[in-house]
């Protein structure tokens, strides 16, 4: 069990942009913002540190209902949606026991309200109809 799952399981992500992995690892994640014409993983991140840093550094989620599909290869889902403050957004993968994987949080993404699945790729759309697309076989984005 890892911080990340515990907070996810809370209804909760750092609220810091980055993507956090279920076994523990974590990256910087950035954007330009809600345009999303550009993303890209950075240095390696302790959440442990940062949230002893700032033990109030989370956000409450939710998943949008129309942001939740089911992989095409059954191994699990993805979905997405949004933080407590207008201009979050994250975008998840679980398994299929619908357990966390992994979940990208960005702090001004917007949120992702919707979301669709091509070959192994995860497309997730923000309120502005904007993209981002995953490649989950990328070794990061792996199950």
């Not at 442990?48 to 700032?54: F, G, M, N, T, Y």
């Not at 939710?62 to 975008?91: M, N, Q, T, W």
Request: hydrophobic share 45%; net charge negative; aromatic share 10%.
């Amino acid at each position: 069990m890892s911080r990340i799952t515990d907070l996810w399981r809370a209804g909760l992500a750092p609220a810091r942009s980055g993507l956090y992995r279920a076994d523990g690892s974590a990256r910087e994640a950035a954007t330009d913002g809600a345009a999303l014409s550009w993303f890209e993983l950075g240095a390696p991140l302790d959440l442990d540190a940062l949230l002893a840093e700032d033990p109030e550094g989370v956000t409450q989620i939710d998943i949008h209902r129309r942001c939740f599909a089911k992989l095409p290869d059954a191994s699990g889902y993805v979905c997405g949606g949004d933080g407590a403050h207008g201009s979050e957004g994250f975008a998840a993968r679980l398994d299929t026991d619908r357990n966390l994987v992994w979940v990208v949080f960005m702090a001004d993404s917007n949120p992702f309200e919707r979301v669709a699945t091509r070959g192994t790729t995860a497309v997730f759309f923000n309120n502005l109809g904007n993209s981002l697309a995953i490649d989950l076989t990328h070794h990061d984005f792996r199950a």
